[in-house]
């Protein structure tokens, strides 16, 4: 089985600072990972994936995620954020060889103006 | 224009009743996807469709049946609706790896 762990259900920071949400997975064969938004009263929206090759991967608005395997971890940053980043954020695994994705219970961004 | 759409948007029900949730892509996404998100547990994968004809079952698929009559159409059937059914359901359509899905607006339903 693998898990997904985001450990702060609640950031809060200041317009302008810079911001990381951290997510943890366990599971030891193949994965993938990504990162979805979720504003209040919508969907999903896709961020950011990664499969291979560099660690670092850009996503949009300006949000880019960095995956360490020594630390099982995926954590999304941002340098500068926006009252409009407000949202909840949810990191995502695949296994490599199945098409469903397990999701973190969030992290619940708090932009304050 | 949206690409997922659900109908409806919101639903009470009453325990016992069948309730019926739809799903609608334009994508021409093969897979398809129905979650429930609660709040405490994230998003939680109830059934799932590689494509028209097929259904199979995520991780909480007791009490939920699917169907997925077409490429574009994708329904989750409660046939006995419970209270604890009470939750707001996602549906999504995926690419061909699932990683990059495509989320509707949500159903809100409340079963009394």
């Known amino acids: 089985t693998q898990t997904v762990s985001q450990s702060d259900a609640h950031v809060t920071v200041f317009e302008g600072d810079s911001v990381e949400l951290r997510c943890n997975y366990s599971y030891g064969g193949s994965i993938y990972l990504s990162w979805y938004i979720q504003h209040h009263g919508h969907g999903l929206q896709f961020l950011l994936k990664y499969y291979s090759g560099n660690p670092v991967v850009q996503g949009v608005n300006g949000f880019e995620a960095e995956f360490s395997k020594s630390d099982s971890s995926f954590h999304l940053r941002k340098a500068s954020v926006h009252w409009s980043d407000s949202a909840v954020y949810f990191c995502a695994v695949r296994m490599s060889n199945y098409n469903v994705l397990y999701f973190g219970s969030g992290t619940k961004l708090t932009v304050e103006p | 224009e949206a690409a997922v759409t659900q109908s409806p948007r919101n639903k009470v029900a009453v325990t016992g009743g069948k309730v019926t949730l739809s799903c609608n892509q334009t994508n021409n996404h093969n897979n398809m996807y129905w979650y429930r998100q609660d709040t405490g547990h994230g998003l939680r994968l109830i059934h799932y469709?590689?494509?028209?004809?097929?259904?199979e079952k995520g991780d909480i698929p007791d009490g939920y049946k699917a169907s997925r009559p077409s490429q574009e159409n994708f329904s989750l059937i409660l046939e006995l609706a419970t209270p604890s059914q009470t939750s707001v359901y996602f549906c999504?359509?995926?690419?061909?790896?699932?990683?990059?899905?495509?989320f509707g607006p949500g159903t809100r339903l409340t079963v009394l």
């Open positions: 469709s590689y494509g028209a004809g097929s259904t």
């Open positions: 999504a359509s995926g690419d061909a790896k699932g990683d990059e899905q495509y």
